[in-house]
């Protein structure tokens, strides 16, 4: 049985003679550095119908994974696989079965404080095994058989938690404590808990110590010593001297170490498949524990998230104190929002002044739908998902020096790529379509644009500065499932970062420029100021 912790139906999901190969390697002493990320990194994950291309750069996932998923244990940081973590965050499980597997394990761990310790503690146990056999250190070894038993006690160590910490659990932790008690039954097992009793009670001394006034030993003296006659690794003397003879008088010439490492090298190899198996399981420890150091550090900022509802594409749409996690990497703490609607196969514009939350938004809404689908917590207090085929987040601008067409074309072929690999019941999320031409053109794509994607059944948010176009289109309600939104103003007209229904009347272009410093009399004292530098720069010449 393989500890699979990602899906119900288990598997050994990375390539299991190659790190098999890899493993061996390693326990021999070979450089194995990063042996354990790079069998993590080509591991098959459940089959999804996501393709990452379309959103992970525009949602910044890699960013995301570094800094949101950290795991923090006993007030330090542990050094996480975050190639293979966003792998399974870009991939999200098409199955809701796997969703909902993951859920409840999620739900276990944080629901129960003696689940999630057992679970670090089950994690630093593999931590300290990678380290053993990557050699993490790079010092030499100078006894090579003693490292091997370091990595056998760990190996013990980590199957005992397996046995002993997760055999009450309900949900897919059980699969833990299943596969922790098969292994502690089976005869390998019963094989290295005796090497490792041999190495560390060979045998019982008995002792006389003298001890002067002084405190400082005077005598030493042994008294008798006691075998350890149960342990079948041990032999009686007689035994031990008649083997090496008989060896001796057949030609064989080698030592006691030499003996020791056949017997752990024998040892190793009867436990090597289970080894393999726990290369797979440190991933998926990282995958929840990194999920538990979002909710921690959200919470520190005063945050609350939640794992969602989950329910069909006609329901309402209800996310209750939404907030961008994307604010937390440089520090801010941001602005929940609640947004409601209808149903969530509609299609939104979003309109309002620039730095007033838009994108923001957008980018929550993003990683709301793949945290959700990966069985994730999600940045809010409490909300409804429904699951969708596929997300296309198209939020960044991206300008290439070699690019053929100008910013119409480019804007163009967005749209084009956009529909060539959008799939009916899909999330879609554009900032700023058609802004690339003069409006009364840019209006004739973005209404064809919309009339099409809601065929399709989409999930749809869209920004735009189109604020004539919009207040328009909801007048007419031409376009079924069209909602709009709006950013709220303050009473000195400043955004509060929530957002209500209508179309904004304005996107206070003016403040804007006021707040970064591009008024007429602002940009007058700059140039004033430059005509002075040169001025005063001649007279010196002069």
Partial sequence: ????????????????????????????????????????????????????SGFANDLFVSRFVAQCLRVRIGGREATLSTRYLTRVLCQPPAEIAIVDYRREI?????????????????????????????NAGAGRVWDANRRKLDILTALKQVFQLL???????????????????QVTASEPYQALSDLLN????????????????????????????????????VNPVWRRWLSKIELFLRGYRFGDGEVMARLLDSVFTGLEVELVALVQLLGDCEFYLGALGFRDQAEAAGLKVCLPKLVTAESPRDLRSLFNPLLLLNGSVPVPCDLI??????????????????????????????????????PAREGSVALSSGLVASLIEQVQADQAEGRLGMELLRIRALFESLPPGAMVLLDELCSGTNPSEGEQIFELVLTML??????????????????????SATIERLNFLQVELNADRQPTYQFKAGVAQTSLAGHTAERLGVTGDQLLKLVEASLSKRSRLTSEKA
């Fill in 163 to 181: 046995a002993e910490q997760f055999s009450d659990c309900r949900s897919g932790l059980g699969c833990l404590g299943t596969f922790g008690a």
């Fill in 106 to 134: 999620l739900a276990e761990l944080a629901a129960s404080s003696d689940a999630r310790r057992a679970f670090e503690k089950l994690y630093l146990a593999l931590c300290s095994l990678r380290s053993l056999l990557e």
């Fill in 454 to 475: 809601n065929r399709l059944g989409l999930q749809v948010f869209i920004t735009t500065h189109f604020l004539a176009f919009a207040a328009r289109l909801a007048g």
């Fill in 1 to 52: 049985m393989t500890p699979d912790l990602l899906q119900p139906a288990a598997a050994l999901r990375i390539d299991f003679e190659h790190t098999k190969f890899a493993v061996s390697l390693a326990f021999d002493g070979a450089v194995a550095g990063g042996m354990f990320s790079e069998a993590l990194d080509k591991a098959a994950l459940p089959r999804s119908t996501w393709e990452p």
């Fill in 341 to 378: 609607g209808d149903r969530l196969t509609s299609t939104t514009l979003v309109t309002g002044p620039n730095s007033g939350g838009k994108t923001r938004l957008l980018q929550a809404l993003g990683l709301t739908q793949l945290l959700a689908q990966s069985g994730l917590f999600i």
């Fill in 198 to 233: 041999y190495d560390a009670h060979l045998a019982s001394l008995s002792v006389r110590v003298a001890v002067g006034a002084d405190g400082r030993i005077r005598g030493f003296e042994v008294l008798s010593v006691n075998e350890n006659s149960d342990n079948p690794f």
